[in-house]
């Protein structure tokens, strides 16, 4: 399992920014896999988790309306949409998944047992 993120940078309050997740050693199709994200000094967070066997999405309420997170199957590629960033969504993302999970609402409850590199994203003016 290889998971390799990407699109982090830095972006003003107000900007958006979309993430992308390439997913490879095995097929979107089955289990669940999320984004998560951590800040300086605070504990690893989930902030959007999808189920790929039937693409139901799970968004914690704290930036539900902001995130969006889709899947490609034809790139192998899962994707954080974030909009109307705030400078406390500065924080590496990562994205995570557990290939005996399948549900987006567990997973983004538990932890992944496996996790690509993380890609910063900074807020600030």
């Known amino acids: 399992v290889q998971l390799q993120a990407s699109g982090g940078g830095l972006v003003q309050p107000g900007g958006s920014l979309k993430l992308a997740c390439e997913a490879s050693?095995?097929?979107?199709?089955?289990?669940?896999i999320g984004w998560f994200r951590q800040a300086p000094g605070k504990e690893r967070e989930a902030v959007s988790c999808l189920s790929t066997d039937n693409d139901i999405t799970y968004v914690p309420d704290f930036v539900k309306g902001r995130f969006t997170i889709s899947i490609d199957r034809s790139k192998g590629t899962v994707y954080l949409q974030i909009d109307n960033l705030r400078p406390e969504d500065t924080a590496v993302y990562y994205c995570?998944?557990?290939?005996?999970?399948?549900?987006?609402?567990?997973?983004?409850?538990?932890?992944?047992?496996?996790w690509g590199q993380g890609t910063l994203v900074t807020v600030s003016s």
């Open positions: 995570g998944t557990d290939l005996g999970q399948f549900s987006s609402y567990a997973l983004c409850h538990r932890n992944p047992t496996d």
């Open positions: 050693g095995f097929t979107l199709n089955r289990p669940a």
